[in-house]
């Protein structure tokens, strides 16, 4: 039988042979003299402060309505799903580097390459924006001195030199002489736009607050913290950083995240900005936050990475204006084609990720007399795998703590956030996966000075960390940076957006929050045996409504059958919301529940497995009063779909995740 003693009762070796010395000098009887050491060193450790293992765990309160779940961060059953990942192998030198808007030589590459900077000829290739699906690429440029200023953000260099000596690198090319070839990209002062600014009359009705946000694609709570354990740290330790245990998605993917934060709204109630829609509009219609901003007198900043799979542009139009000052979908669009001949994750001598962190700390330090709204959403590293983020841990710390030692965060709203958790890797078959796809990882960190300036903000922000909180919120706390209301601002448990300035009521529920069911990590769901008459009553009607849906593709798509069910579950939707029926106060602060509604409605949970192409399913269905409810909007593939729908693909990016082409049938039996 193993015993294990209590962290705080292992002894410290140094401690232990110091006790047992000095009292053997008094010739005390040896078991006396280890008793007491052990009483010595046991009560030395249990006063002391010693690292415990850090948990993500709820401490909401037991009697409001949503109570998250809690999930450990070392839970050893998901250790299988996480792997350490090696570091990069980018090339040793870029021959030129930027700063401050001006272009250097790397006088430690050239002397390492034994190339005299005299010998050099270098031009630049302007990248400029043509729509957000093209970029156009300038004339040449001549580089004509070290320190020139370079009067645009996106450029390419191509520089040539004669050999010194026969120096082999993998970057040289010998015919007709070394060479280098890179992208590069830095924030230009746009002093135009600044001078515009500069006339916006101040309303002194907001937050002296700049606003930065940091954002990574699929990264859950738990994910954040596993494998990105030093920038967790930093956040919580040096910058104070308040995290939102139980924030809870509204949606499937990243525009359901991000268009609620940004617009306030969610996509069905803005205009149709479709790409497969003939009429449809561009983006441009959307009430964007930064258009906000930007009339209050900020600079602002938009970055996003794989602009094959951008938020505005993989389903929508895009923008047909240049939404922001500085706009980085110009340098990936022209920069995209050389990735693939780089190292991995590489362009250059950089980690890619490095490219967007390093334009965010260009914009909030060039700018820095100027009020700023910047926004980072970065998806490479963490997209298809959640392990390959430890890459980002030390450049996103090394990001935050020179923008906290520099000064930049002390008049700064920060906001570093994910879209939803993990949704194709193999954690996501877990049911601890399914409830960290719900609660990405979300934290605010405020100035220093905050919590005194506000106290009572500052409270609530804190309370508001362990109640159920949306996108929607994080809205209201943009808008609150605009024009500040704070604490003072009137809410009800009817607002869909509560700024998280203000306390959010403890009553709030997942259907006050305008979140389905589907999507509700406040719910419990019971497991339901599969002999139960409900399930192949909710089976049949999802594979039906799937086939309805690609019916009219039929001549290409197969139509799905069941192959296996791997999961159901219920819950039923609470009792206050079945019987509240009005309020009874003018002030709409005292509930009624006398309500009782005839048709008691059950939401069941079902993951399937069809045939052909092995697809699998996970929707939420409702029954109610004999009737089946399948909405689209709470069907999520949960698998890859790679090639398989190849045959609409381009038409039809709305059946990609139902349809299996039918010229791959005969390969896939």
């Known amino acids: 039988m193993a015993f294990t ?76 799903f996480y792997h350490k990942v090696e570091p990069l192998k980018c090339r040793e030198h870029d021959w030129v580097y930027t700063r401050g808007g001006r272009l250097f030589y790397n006088q ?23 729509d957000d699906f093209s970029t156009d690429v300038s004339e040449e440029k001549p580089i004509y001195r070290d320190g020139q200023v370079i009067p645009v953000d996106f450029f390419k260099v191509h520089c040539t030199a004669k050999p010194n000596t026969k120096h082999a690198s993998s970057i040289l090319s010998t015919d007709p002489g070394p060479s280098y070839s890179n992208y590069h990209a830095h924030v230009s002062k746009k002093n135009g736009e600044v001078k515009d600014i500069d006339n916006v009359k101040s309303t002194a009705t907001g937050l002296p607050l700049n606003v930065m946000i940091v954002g990574f694609d699929s990264v859950s709570q738990v994910a954040w913290q596993r494998n990105l354990p030093l920038t967790y740290r930093f956040m919580k330790e040096t910058l104070g950083s308040v995290v939102l245990r139980s924030y809870n998605i509204v949606g499937d993917g990243t525009p359901q995240a991000l268009i609620p934060i940004l617009t306030g709204r969610n996509e069905v109630e803005l205009p149709d900005v479709l790409r497969r829609h003939k009429r449809a509009k561009t983006v441009d219609v959307y009430p964007m936050i930064w258009k906000d901003f ?13 602009p094959i799979i951008g938020t505005f542009q993989y389903r929508m139009n895009g923008f047909l204006q240049q939404p922001t000052d500085h706009y980085m979908r110009t340098f990936y669009l022209g920069a995209s084609g050389q990735f693939g001949k780089e190292r991995h994750m590489c362009l250059g001598n950089k980690a890619r990720h490095i490219v967007p962190l390093d334009y965010i700390h260009d914009f909030n330090t060039m700018y820095r007399d100027k009020k700023r709204f910047s926004f980072v959403f970065y998806n490479e590293a963490s997209h298809n795998d959640l392990n390959d983020l430890q890459l980002v841990d030390s450049d996103l710390t090394h990001l935050l703590r020179s923008l906290h030692d520099t000064g930049v965060l002390n008049n700064t709203l920060l906001i570093t956030m994910s879209d939803h958790g993990s949704r194709y890797s193999n954690i996501r078959s877990t049911s601890q996966g399914l409830l960290e796809e719900r609660m990405p990882f979300v934290a605010i960190t405020l100035p220093s000075w905050f919590a005194d300036v506000y106290p009572e903000e500052w409270k609530n922000l804190n309370i508001n960390s362990h109640r159920l909180t949306t996108p929607y919120d994080l809205n209201a706390v943009l808008h609150d940076v ?35 069911p589907h999507w509700c990590a406040c719910l419990t769901w019971e497991p339901v045996e599969l002999n139960d008459p409900a399930v192949n009553i909710v089976t049949a009607a999802l594979i039906s409504f799937i086939n309805s849906l690609i019916s009219d593709e039929y001549e290409k798509c197969s139509e799905l059958s069941l192959k296996e069910i791997l999961s159901v579950t219920k819950i039923k939707p609470n009792k206050k919301l079945l019987s509240f029926s009005g309020s009874r106060d003018k002030d709409g602060r005292v509930p009624e529940f006398y309500n009782k509604p005839k048709t008691i409605a059950t939401d069941y949970r079902i993951t399937i497995e069809t045939q052909p192409g092995g697809a699998r399913f996970e929707a939420t269905i409702t029954i109610a009063d004999e009737t089946v409810k399948v909405i689209e909007e709470n069907i999520s593939r949960i698998n890859k779909y790679g090639n398989t729908s190849h045959c609409i693909y381009a038409r039809r990016d709305d059946l990609r995740k139902y349809c299996f082409c039918r010229d791959l049938v005969d390969n896939n039996e």
Request: glycine share 2%.
């Open 5 to 80: 003693l209590h962290p705080k009762m292992r002894l410290h070796p140094t401690l232990l042979f110091k006790c047992f010395v000095f009292l053997k000098r008094r010739r005390v009887y040896l078991l006396t003299a280890i008793l007491l050491c052990c009483v010595v060193a046991a009560y030395v450790l249990s006063n002391s402060e010693r690292p415990i293992p850090s948990y993500f765990t709820s401490t909401s309160e037991i009697n409001q309505e949503c109570v998250h779940p809690d999930l450990f961060q070392y839970d050893s059953a998901l250790d299988k």
């Open 108 to 130: 430690t590459a050239l002397k390492s390459l034994d190339l005299d900077q005299e010998t050099l000829r270098c031009n630049y290739y302007v990248l400029s924006r043509k």
């Open 482 to 516: 605009l024009d500040f209301k704070g604490a003072k601002a009137k809410y009800s448990v009817q607002n869909r957006s509560i700024s998280l300035f203000s306390e959010v009521p403890r009553e709030r529920s997942c259907a006050d929050a305008d979140i389905e």
């Open 294 to 306: 930007k009339k209050a007198g900020y600079m602002t900043l938009w970055a996003e990475d794989k």
